[in-house]
Structures are given as structure tokens and as C-alpha cells.
């Protein structure tokens, strides 16, 4: 990963999405029902050696559940099977495009009764790679809900890797698509089937445990520093027992989200709310302490402390989480003796 996210392209990983198909991962949760916390313990490996494809294979993960669960089974019978081979990978789409980057994805039928795709996503992870995606658009002059559609992303839908120009997550291919009458394989019958419980918490907690691994990452390389100097001071033995506690933090996090999405538990929302907000703390925590501590050799010399972190500033970005904790804190104060 560290050759390819050198390239001013900001191409596919193919390289490391190759190594993920013959351990088996891509198709690890096709052809069964691989539990929650196996799956995030499979995306923070994964953000534990890069952050950027771990991105791309959360968000294959996240497309392949929903495939398993809300697609009819006479739409989604081969796909799943191409999943299981690693034939297939899947991404899902769902940010629309700021003012002057093209019209949003809508949802048109042709006159032979088919539905095609149009328009502009932004921020589509894995573009010029994933071979499906869902996406999230209306139909043409439709001022209500988006709907969930079901897309064949490998012809007529546009790269535009111009638009992504940051260095970090430019592994992770993010990229602007311009879709063409593209296929639209399957749509939600019903609107916001994007956030139906428990898949949603899961979407979300798969992501957390990505910035947990690209913590994971800086961790390994702090440690690594420390332990090649003579001694340790007790400013930097402190530094590690704080990087312990935010781990530890994280894990038991990840552990309670997936008790919630496993037992689709009334709460699972809150419950992953929290544990995607305290995770996101916890990973800033990791990463100033590793400021602190190392100072800017590592991030002038470049390599996975580098990577990973610049990696994970803009993408806890991508997910803001002010509004549900908005929410939340008001319908804790509506709730008398809660």
C-alpha cells in the first residue's frame, strides 16, 4: 500500500484488494452468516494495515449485508454467490454532490420499463473497482425520500478521480462517479430502507472499527519507536499507559455495539451512537499522544504513522456525528427521571 498510495492517480488498491481475496475476506460473510463481531474484527485488521482499503472492504461488507438482507433472493442469488468466489465486490454510495459538482443521482425509467441511474455521487469509496454499489437517489422529480437502489457500477458510470485531490483516505479511491443510464438492478419498495435497524448500527460500527485499526496501526508504530531507544522516559512510559486506556476503550465499545446489533436491541442506535462517538475520541487521543511523543520525524519521514494518521483526520470527517448526539442529548432531557 505504501507504492500505491504514492500515485498521484489515487487509483483502486487493487494490489491489497487482491491479497484480501486470497485470504478469503472478500467473500468471508457471503455464503454465511458471519456474526458481527467477527466482521468487525476482520474491517480493524484490516484498517490495521491500511486505513484506506479497510475503508473500501468496510464499505463491502456493509453492500454484501445488504445484499444478503433486503435484496429478493432472485436478485441477489448470483451476486452473492460471485461474492463468495471473490468475483465481486460491492460498495455504498451515498453522498450527493456540493453546488457545482453536477446534478444528484436520480432514478429514471426507460421506455422499455427499465430503471437506469443519472447524475453525480461524491465520495464513493472503492470507484473504478467495486463492481455494484447502493446508492441512494430519487426519482427524477421526486421531492420526496431517497430510495435505496441496487446499481451495476461497472459500465456506464464515470471515475472522476480529479475531484478527490487530498492526500488522505486517497487510497481508499473515493471518488467523484458520473453515471450514464446506468443499471439499476434492484429499488427499495419502501423509502430510507438505508437506515433500517439493525443493518444501519452495524454500517455504522463496521466504520468505527476501521479508525480503530488505522489506531491500531499508530499504536504498533509508537511502540515500535519507544522500545528501539535505550530507555523510556516516564513522560513516555505515561504516553503508552494512555495509548492502552484509549485501546482498551475502543475495544470494550466495539464489544458493546455488537452485543447491540446482534441482539437488534431497542437501543442498538443509541447504543452505536455512543460507541462511534466515544471510538472517534478515543482514536484523537492516540493520535496527539503520538504527536507528543515522536514529534515530527515520523510524519517527515513518511511511512504507516504517517499514512494512517493523515488517513484518519479526514476520515472521521466523513462522518459527522453532532446531530444524532443532538438528538439524543434532547430526548434525554424529554425523558423525565431517565
Known amino acids: 500500500m505504501d507504492d500505491h498510495d504514492r500515485l498521484a492517480a489515487g487509483d483502486f488498491p487493487e494490489h491489497g484488494w487482491a491479497l484480501l481475496e486470497q485470504a478469503g475476506l472478500v467473500g468471508a460473510t457471503a455464503s454465511h452468516d458471519a456474526t458481527i463481531s467477527e466482521q468487525l474484527a476482520l474491517v480493524r485488521a484490516v484498517g490495521r494495515i491500511d486505513v484506506s482499503l479497510g475503508r473500501v472492504y468496510d464499505g463491502h461488507l456493509n453492500g454484501v449485508e445488504r445484499l444478503r438482507v433486503q435484496v ?15 468475483a ?31 447524475g453525480v455521487k461524491v465520495f464513493c469509496s472503492g470507484a473504478g473497482g467495486v463492481d455494484r454499489a447502493f446508492v441512494l437517489a430519487r426519482a427524477a422529480g421526486d421531492p420526496g425520500p431517497v430510495r435505496l437502489a441496487y446499481v451495476d457500477v461497472s459500465r456506464r458510470a464515470t ?12 487510497g481508499s479511491a473515493s471518488h467523484r462517479v458520473v453515471f450514464h443510464d446506468a443499471r439499476v438492478l434492484w429499488t427499495a419498495p419502501e423509502p430510507r430502507a438505508l437506515l433500517v435497524q439493525p443493518w444501519f448500527a452495524g454500517d455504522g460500527l463496521r466504520t468505527a472499527a476501521g479508525w480503530a485499526g488505522g489506531a491500531d496501526a499508530v499504536v504498533d508504530g509508537v511502540l515500535a519507536a519507544l522500545r528501539s531507544k535505550p530507555a523510556a522516559s516516564e513522560l513516555e512510559q505515561l504516553a503508552v499507559a494512555t495509548l492502552v486506556q484509549a485501546q ?77 448526539q443532538v438528538a439524543l442529548g434532547a430526548r434525554r432531557l424529554a425523558a423525565p427521571g431517565a
Do not use: K
Open 88 to 118: 465481486l465486490s460491492i460498495g455504498v454510495w451515498g453522498a450527493d454532490p456540493a453546488p457545482g459538482e453536477g446534478a444528484p443521482a436520480e432514478l429514471r425509467r426507460t421506455a422499455s420499463g427499465d430503471t437506469v441511474l443519472d
Open 248 to 324: 482498551r476503550s475502543m475495544d470494550l465499545w466495539l464489544r458493546a455495539g455488537a452485543d447491540a446489533v446482534a441482539a437488534a436491541a431497542a437501543d442498538v442506535a443509541d447504543t452505536t451512537l455512543l460507541a462511534r462517538v466515544s471510538i472517534a475520541a478515543d482514536v484523537r487521543t492516540i493520535l496527539a499522544e503520538a504527536d507528543r511523543v515522536l514529534g515530527s520525524r515520523p510524519f517527515a519521514a513518511g511511512g504507516r504513522i504517517e499514512r494512517a494518521r493523515r488517513d484518519l483526520l479526514t476520515y472521521l470527517l466523513q462522518h459527522r456525528l453532532e446531530a444524532p
Open 72 to 86: 429478493d433472493s432472485g436478485t441477489a442469488a448470483a451476486d452473492l454467490d460471485a461474492v463468495a468466489r471473490g
Open 159 to 170: 471515475v472522476d478521480a480529479a475531484w478527490f485531490g487530498g492526500a488522505g483516505m486517497r
